[in-house]
C-alpha cells in the first residue's frame, strides 16, 4: 500500500466524490452561522444541518466536504492519550435525497480499497443489527463474506440525537495487525485496543424519530458519511497514534527543536508535546476565523487552549514566547486545504503573541500565589483548595479554573468547584467594577484591593441627589493616598453617598464633590470590594484629606436621563414577555443617560410586527403616567407577588421591589423616574442577535428619540436635495430613479454582448486543434461572469463538440474565466473544473466546477494571455 500525507488524503478524498458528481465545498468556518444549538462547529454535518432539516435548499443534492472541527469536551485527556485531540478534520460525502445505500457503501469501499490502496481482507464493515437491506448490500454486492459483517446494537450503529431525523450506521473497520493489538484470543472488531480502528462511518438518515422510541420512514432519506482525516493518516502511514501523521509530526518536531527535548525520552515531556501540537492547532485555525480570546463563549475556549499549551510550554523549559513562531508551523502545514491561514498569517501571529504576552504577564505571579496557596494546604494536612483562593487566582491574577484545577490534580490535590462558583457570583460586579478601574488606571493589580476592609460606603442617593459625608479613604491612581491635590486623578471613598455606583447595566452617577475650597470632578462611580463605594475622577482646585467633611452632589440631568432609561428597560422587558412568549429573561442591559440596550433570551429575530406591537405596549404605559413606587420586601415575599429578578443583581434577605402601576414588578437596585410619563416617548432603533439563544435591543427615550427624529428630517431633506425633489416625493423620485437605472444596465449588458459578438469576428478561425478535440480559448474584452456565461452558449452552439475557454476583464484585479467542455470531449478526459483550476493560476486566483462546466475569478489581469497561451498544454494533459 503506498503512503500518502494528510493533504495528499484530503484531496484525494473531494476529488473522488467530485468525480462522483458531488459539489466540494470548502471548510466552513468554526463559528456556527445561525446555529444557536453549538458554539463551536464539531462535526463535519453540523454546518449543514439547514439542508438536512429541510430549513434550506442545498446547492446540489450531492455535496462533499473536509471540515475543520473543534471539540473539548474530552480536553482533560489531551496529550495524556494518543487518541484525543481538540481540533480534527472531518472528511464527509452528503447526499440530500439522491442516492442511499447502495452508492454509500459501493463509493466508501471503492475510495478504500482502489483510491487508497487498503487491503480488503483487513477491512470489516459493520451494520445496525435490524438492518437486512445494508447487510445484503454488503455480503451481496459488494461480495464481503457474511461472517465478515458484523451486526451491531441500537448504541453502536444507529445515529439518534433526540427527536428528528435518524437513521441506521454502517461502520468500516480495519485491522491494523497484531503489532497494535492486545494480543487476548477473542480480540476483534470492537475490542478496545488500537488493533480494528473505525475509519468509515455511512449514516443512514431514513426515519424520523419522536424521541419516544417510534420512527417513520423518511419521505426524502439523506446519507451523512463521516471519517476522521487523521485516522485515515493513521492507517495509510502505518504509525502509532494520531501524533505520529506526517502534519503533526511537523509540528512536533519544531515543539522539541524550541525546547531541545526529544520525544518518547519522558512520559510526562511526551504529554505536553501532544497538548501542545494540538492545542496550537486548534488556535491558529480559531484565529483565521475571527474567533478573539475572551473570558466567555468561544472566545473563552481559545484562551483556554492557548494558556494550557503555554503552561505546558514552560513545563518543556521553554522561557520564551513561542507559540506565535509555532503557528507558522501549522500554517505551512496546512494552507493547501486551507488557504485562509497563509492569507491571515501575519494576523494569527501578531494574534497568538498579543494573546501570550497577557498571559506571561500573570503567570509567573500566579504560580507563585498558587505555590504558596499549596504549602498552606500540606501543613494543614488538607486535600482540597477553598473555592475563595481559587477565585482569587481567578479574578486577581488571570488564572482560569481550569488551570489551576489542572495544576493541582496533577500533584494529587483537588478544588472546591462548589466555592468558587459562589464566589464568582458574589463578587461579579465587583471584578466588573475593578475590571474598569483596571482600565481606567492602566495597571494589571488596582489599588482598591488595598483599601482597609473593615470600611464601608452606604448609598442614600434614592431620594436625594445632595449630600453631606466624611472621607474615609483616598487614592491616586497606583496606591493609597492621605490626601489628593490640584491635578491629580484617583478615587475618593466616603461614608454616605448620594452617587448611584455602576451596577446591573446602569452606569455610574457623575457630578462633584467640593469642599470650601476644594473640588473634585467624579467622572464614574463604582463598586469596590467590600461595600465601598468609589468616586473615581479629578482634583479641580484645592485638596482633599481624609476625615474631611464634604459635599457631593450629583449631576441631576444625567442622573434624570438615566432614569427615564433604566425605568424603560422594565416596561420592555414585561412588553416583550407579552408578545414573544414567557420565555423572554432578561440576559444583560446597559444604562446610561443616551440610550439604553437590553439583552434577552429569545430563538429567532423579532419581526416588524413584533417589534412595533413592543413599541406600542411601552409607550402606551408611559402615556398612562403609572406611579413608580419601591419598597423593602422580603425576598420571598416579593417573589410571591411576582417580582421579576433581573441580571446581575444579587440580593440578601431584604430586596428592593420596583413596580409601575399594575404592569410591572422587578427587583432592581437601580434609580428610576417617580411615574412613566416622566421617559416621554420610547423608540427602539435595533434588534440584533448577540449570542446562542441571545437578542439585543437598542433605543432611546424622551430627548433622546426627539434628537433621533430631527437627526432623520435632517438627512431626508439633504437626500432630496440632492434627488432634486420635495421630501414628500422623494419615494417616487428614488422609485423612477431606480426604474431607469434598471432600463439602462439592461441596455448596457446588450451593448456589451453584442461588442464582445463583435470583436470576436470569426471565431472559427482561431479555433484549434489538440488531439482530435477542438479547442476555442480566447481572450474577451470588458465581460463579467454571467456575460461570460450567455456568449460561452452560444460559441458552444457554434463549435460543436469541443471545449471552450473565456477570460474577461473589467478592471486591472478583476478576471472572470469561463470553461465549458461538451459531453464527447469529457468521455477523451476533459474536464473543466480540472482545467479552470490549473488555468486560474496565472491570473493569480482559483476556482473549480463540473466536467462540463467551470468558472473562476483571479485578480491579474496581466495573466489572461498566459491563460490563452497554456490552455492548449493543460488540455492536452488531460486527454486520453
Known sequence: MQTYGVNELRKMFLDFFESKDHLVLKSFPLIPQNDNSLLLINAGMAPLKPYFTGQEEPPRKRIATCQKCIRTGDIE?????????TFFEMLGNFSFGDYFKREAIAWSWEFLTQVIGLDKNRLYPSVYEKDDEAFEIWNKEIGIAKDRIYRMGKEDNFWEIGSGPCGPCSEIYYDRGEKYGCGKPDCEVGCECDRFIEVWNNVFTQFNGDGKGNYTELENKNI????????????VQDVGSIFDIDTFKAIRDKICDIAGVTYLSDPNKDISIRLISDHIRAVTFMASDGIIPSNEGRGYVFRRLLRRAARHGRLLGIKDKFLADLSITVVNEFKAGYPELDEKKDYIIKLLSIEEDKFNKTIDQGLSILQEMQNNLEKKNLKILPGEDVFKLYDTYGFPFDLTKEILEEKGYQVDEEGFKKSMEIQRETARSARTTTNYMGSEETVYQHLDHNLTSKFVGYDSLVHESKIIALTTETELASDLVAGQKGTIVVEETPFYAVSGGQIGDTGVIVTDSAEFAVEDTIKLPGDKIGHVGRVIKGIFKIDDRVSLKVDENLRAATAKNHSATHLLHKALRMVLGSHVEQAGSYVSNDRLRFDFTHFSAMTDDEITRVENIVNQQILMNLPVNTQLMNIDDA?????????????????????????????CGGTHVANTGHITVFKIISETGIAAGVRRIEALTGNGVINHYKDLETKLYEAAK?????????????????EEIKVLKSENEKLKSKLASNTLGDVMNEVQDVSGVKLLAVNVPELDMNGLRNLGDKLKDKLGEGVIILASSTAPDKVSLVAMVSQEAINRGAHAGNLIKELAVLVGGGGGGRPNMAQAGGKNAAGIADVIAKAKDVLSKQLK
Not at 77 to 85: E, I, P
Open 224 to 235: 451523512d458519511t463521516g471519517m476522521g482525516l487523521e485516522r485515515l493518516a493513521v492507517i
Open 77 to 85: 485527556n489531551v496529550g495524556k492519550t494518543s487518541r484525543h485531540a
Open 722 to 738: 440632492v434627488a432634486k425633489t420635495e421630501p414628500s416625493s422623494l419615494i417616487h423620485r428614488i422609485e423612477s430613479l431606480l
Open 639 to 667: 417573589k410571591k407577588e411576582g417580582a421579576m429578578a433581573l441580571f446581575g443583581e444579587k440580593y440578601s434577605d431584604k430586596v428592593r421591589v420596583v413596580s409601575m402601576g399594575d404592569f410591572s414588578k422587578e427587583l
